[in-house]
């Protein structure tokens, strides 16, 4: 699992090619576009959005029945005992991703990157009551 809260995070895993080219390239995009709407300014290389909710990328080594690090724990039902705010499915060269957003409360949202199909058929059945292509 991957978590990104700053700019420095994102230049990490593009350094470290953790995820393809394509994909961080979306996450860059993304948490610009959010900390624009955030604060009213380009100020991307000094906000961390830590406070308002992290950006997940989930790899296919995690376990979507215990996401503890991102307060889904196993006793609880890890993700499937969340209820997302809404999902969609994006392409990125060839390659499908959902994109889910998950409001913890008020002040407070996940944004949970997964690749389409990783994570078998309770996943895939669980992510379809929120998607909203």
Not at 1 to 28: G, S
Not at 71 to 83: E, L, P, Q, V
Not at 90 to 111: Q, R
């Amino acid at each position: 699992m991957l978590i990104i809260n700053t700019m420095q995070d994102i230049r990490k895993i593009k350094l470290e090619q953790q995820l393809p080219q394509v994909l961080v390239e979306e996450l860059e995009k993304y948490f610009k576009e959010l900390v624009e709407n955030l604060t009213g300014k380009k100020n991307w290389n000094i906000y961390s959005i830590e406070h308002d909710g992290s950006i997940v990328v989930l790899e296919n080594t995690d376990n979507p029945h215990d996401l503890d690090e991102i307060g889904f724990s196993k006793a609880h039902g890890g993700i499937f005992s969340s209820y997302p705010e809404f999902a969609n499915t994006i392409e990125l060269e060839g390659e499908s991703y959902y994109k889910i957003i998950i409001v913890c409360n008020n002040s407070y949202a996940l944004v949970v990157y997964s690749k389409v199909g990783q994570f078998g058929e309770e996943f895939e059945h669980w992510i379809q009551e929120y998607i909203e292509d």
